[in-house]
């Protein structure tokens, strides 16, 4: 029985492979993307999630435009959010399915649904304070003594602190920290094989990188966090 899986999202670089993952996995029932500014804004972040689905050939899942915020990693993922490549990707022409992020999971969420939230936590944080219960939340952040926008502070974490206190307050997940991340690095030979499409997004990630350490890929934070919903390490 495939995985029925959300993933609440800020497209990003790392989040095209984590979609991707999800959209190609046989083990995995895509339901929808929901999401969130973060990476960019969240205009951009909303219509690089279509275009990932059209390249991906899933125009069938939903797409519902979630929180806007203060944008801040655009020296990693581009401008666009997708290395300055997203004109590479083709328009997409599916609607989106609407702006009701809570609506949208008080809807769809079933029982054995699993959530990963792989950008700011500001959409799960709204959703929990609205009484919504995740069966089984996966969540890309933190970091134990370890940071990436600061010396302590990972982003998705720091770009909105107080939902990811009501997420890991309220929401009860499995956390996926940069602790395990950073020792998940993709290089572009590997990232090629993958989708040389996508690969061809990685130019800036790659380029900040390697400014400021040995690396000559990508860390792919998030989808080590799709990894753990389709097969769980516990
Ligand atoms: O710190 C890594 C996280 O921040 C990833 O989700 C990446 O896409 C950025 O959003
Ligand atoms: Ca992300």
Redesign the pocket.
């Known amino acids: 029985m495939a995985i029925p899986l959300i993933i609440d999202t800020?497209p990003?670089?790392?989040?095209a492979f984590a979609i991707a993952l999800a959209a190609r996995s046989p083990e995995v029932d895509l339901r929808g993307l929901t999401t969130v500014f973060?990476?960019v804004a969240l205009d951009l972040t909303t219509r690089n999630a279509q275009r990932l689905l059209a390249h991906l050939g899933r125009t069938d899942v939903p797409v519902v435009r979630g929180a806007e915020g203060p944008s801040g990693?655009a020296d990693v993922?581009g401008e666009d959010g997708l290395g300055g490549q997203a004109h590479t990707l083709p328009e997409s022409d599916h609607e989106l399915f609407g702006d009701d992020v809570i609506g949208f999971f008080r809807e769809r969420l079933t029982p054995d649904t699993v959530v990963v939230a792989?950008?700011p936590q500001t959409n799960i944080a709204k959703a929990l304070d609205a009484g919504i219960e995740f069966p089984r939340l996966i969540v890309?952040?933190g970091g134990l003594d370890l940071g990436?926008?600061t010396a302590r502070a990972?982003?998705?974490f720091w770009a909105d602190p107080a939902a990811a206190r009501t997420v890991i307050r309220k929401g009860n997940p499995i956390v996926v920290p940069?602790n395990l991340?950073h020792r998940c690095i993709a290089d572009t030979e590997f990232l090629a094989k993958v989708d040389p499409v996508l690969s061809n997004l990685t130019g800036t990630y790659r380029a900040y990188l390697a400014n400021r350490s040995e690396n000559t890929g990508i860390?792919i934070?998030?989808a080590v966090a799709v990894a753990e919903a389709i097969g769980p390490s516990s």
């Not at 990003?12 to 989040?15: A, I, M, P, S």
């Open positions: 800020d990003g670089v790392d989040d973060g990476n990693a993922h792989i950008g890309m952040g990436n926008t990972e982003f998705n940069l991340t860390y934070h998030d």
